[in-house]
């Protein structure tokens, strides 16, 4: 199995702290936020090969921080040669992008590296093995009115996703999906189906919600602490909480 951390994002919303600075390598705790998805990624066994995928702007920040942090794993830093908001490939598109040039023919977990979470992987790995289809993380947020601000989806009795929604303003249900997904190996063409149809290469949970539809998706629902780091409270709140944890070790 292959492991794909996006990071090609130029967190505009956090300006000035990400001007210079990616947002996945700001400090929560005193370490690098992405030091902990490695952490995470570490504890995988299956998992044989890291890769990451940025931007020109952080190519050579990304590269510089993968020497230092601790993984025996191999690690590869990908350049998707963009050098500006308007002009990155999106989400998918680098998705794409990583699985064309580290030619990739294996499951493949896809990341954003801006997540930040306590999710045991192992467990959604295994419900991964179990449904032997693709699977997304799901978040049950409690709360309609939250739920809005993210993307909404349905399970049948079998687990299987029937419904995803960017932002919905009539939400039914509170489950939001995370940006932790992982695609069979046989599957992992459909990327290029979805973008060869013009559909939307930015935002991974587009291409989530065409999959639905064209294959089969699983929804594994956890209850483990995430904060999705998209503005300075949420920023804030995760330094706070984390310092807070490492306190009490």
């Known amino acids: 199995?292959?492991?794909?951390?996006?990071?090609?994002?130029?967190?505009?919303?956090?300006?000035p702290l990400t001007l210079n600075q990616p947002k996945q390598l700001l400090p929560i705790a005193g370490r690098p936020m992405l030091d902990y998805t490695i952490d995470k990624?570490?504890?995988?066994?299956?998992?044989?090969?890291?890769?990451?995928?940025?931007?020109?702007?952080?190519?050579?920040?990304?590269?510089?921080?993968?020497?230092?942090v601790k993984t025996k794993k191999k690690m590869v830093v990908f350049n998707d040669g963009t050098s500006s908001d308007g002009a990155k490939l999106g989400a998918i598109g680098d998705m794409r992008f990583v699985v064309d040039e580290a030619k990739i023919d294996d499951d493949l977990l896809v990341l954003a590296g801006d997540n930040l979470f306590q999710l045991d992987l192992k467990k959604f790995i295994n419900f991964f093995k179990i449904k032997g289809a693709n699977s997304i993380c799901l978040k049950d947020v409690g709360s309609k009115e939250l739920i809005k601000k993210y993307s909404e989806v349905?399970?049948?009795?079998?687990?299987?996703?029937?419904?995803?929604?960017?932002?919905?303003?009539?939400?039914?249900?509170?489950?939001?999906?995370?940006?932790?997904?992982?695609?069979?190996?046989?599957?992992?063409?459909?990327?290029?189906?979805y973008l060869?149809?013009?559909?939307?290469?930015?935002?991974?949970?587009?291409?989530?919600?065409?999959?639905?539809?064209?294959?089969?998706?699983?929804g594994y629902v956890f209850n483990?602490?995430?904060?999705?780091?998209?503005?300075?409270?949420?920023?804030?709140?995760?330094?706070?909480?984390?310092?807070?944890?490492?306190?009490t070790k």
């Open 154 to 193: 349905e399970l049948d009795k079998e687990e299987r996703v029937i419904s995803f929604r960017e932002k919905p303003v009539d939400p039914k249900t509170t489950l939001a999906a995370i940006c932790i997904y992982l695609f069979q190996k046989n599957r992992i063409g459909l990327i290029n189906k």
């Open 196 to 218: 060869s149809e013009g559909n939307n290469p930015d935002q991974p949970g587009r291409y989530i919600q065409w999959l639905c539809k064209a294959d089969k998706v699983y």
């Open 1 to 15: 199995m292959k492991a794909l951390i996006l990071c090609a994002g130029y967190a505009t919303r956090l300006y």
């Open 224 to 247: 483990d602490k995430w904060y999705d780091i998209g503005d300075l409270a949420q920023y804030k709140e995760a330094d706070e909480d984390y310092k807070a944890m490492k306190d």
């Open 41 to 68: 990624l570490n504890e995988i066994d299956v998992v044989d090969e890291i890769y990451m995928v940025t931007n020109e702007k952080f190519f050579r920040t990304f590269e510089q921080w993968s020497k230092c």
